[in-house]
């Protein structure tokens, strides 16, 4: 299957500060979304973003399609606690299915 | 509105014994349906998925199969578990095409013991 690397992996940081993380693969995808994952529960759709070079807001989450079509980040202005979570990309190619990233674990600290 | 529904939210079984997790979407009809693995709260690992009834596609094999017996509904099994097979399922599903990417369910928390 096709592997997308999320970085960074993990995230400890002050509540109030910005976050960002990126998603890349070695394959152009046509559709790339991101979802959070709250401790025990499913992952949640936050950003769905289908053109290249597309920025889409979403509250204080922002995210872009990258131009090469082979990446997407996610930024987070001012943190809060609830912010807490696992961020995962998605990538679709053609078809059905979409290849999920690696995961980046945020901590905010109050 | 549509909704997915995933029981049970947990489970703790024996090794050796049968599993059996169900999921059912309500709002929607022909959903192509997922089920994922999620072990120590990492990565997604996608175990099966169904475009209709008595269609399923396997990703990985393993210990485990799936079956859908109605258009809305998706089971994983096991006729026997591992220790290896414990972690948190969960089960999604999305339209045609997946346009709007997947809606998860809220997860089955398997420990085997």
């Known amino acids: 299957g096709q592997q997308l690397n999320q970085s960074p992996q993990s995230m400890f940081i002050q509540e109030g500060e910005d976050v960002s993380m990126n998603c890349t693969s070695s394959?152009?995808?046509?559709?790339w979304l991101w979802y959070k994952q709250d401790p025990g529960e499913g992952p949640v759709l936050l950003i769905a973003?289908?053109?290249?070079?597309e920025l889409t807001s979403n509250g204080r989450l922002t995210a872009q399609f990258g131009i090469t079509r082979k990446d997407s980040f996610l930024n987070i202005s001012a943190s809060i606690p609830s912010d807490v979570g696992i961020y995962f990309c998605?990538?679709?190619?053609?078809?059905?299915?979409?290849?999920f990233g690696t995961g980046t674990s945020l901590t905010v600290i109050p | 509105s549509q909704t997915i529904h995933q029981w049970p939210a947990t489970l703790v079984q024996p090794v050796g014994s049968p599993l059996s997790l169900e999921c059912t979407v309500e709002?929607?009809?022909?959903?192509?349906l997922y089920w994922y693995r999620q072990a120590a709260g990492r990565g997604l690992q996608l175990l099966f998925y169904?475009?209709?009834?008595?269609?399923i596609s396997s990703e990985v094999p393993q210990n485990l199969s799936a079956s859908r017996p109605q258009d809305r509904q998706f089971i994983l099994s096991s006729k026997k578990l591992l220790l290896s097979d414990s972690g948190f399922y969960l089960c999604a599903w999305s339209v045609t095409g997946a346009l709007y990417g997947y809606t998860f369910g809220s997860g089955t928390r398997l420990t085997v013991v």
């Open positions: 169904s475009i209709g009834i008595g269609q």
């Open positions: 973003l289908y053109k290249a070079g």
């Open positions: 709002g929607t009809s022909n959903p192509n």
């Open positions: 998605a990538g679709q190619l053609t078809g059905n299915q979409f290849y």
């Open positions: 394959s152009i995808f046509n559709t």
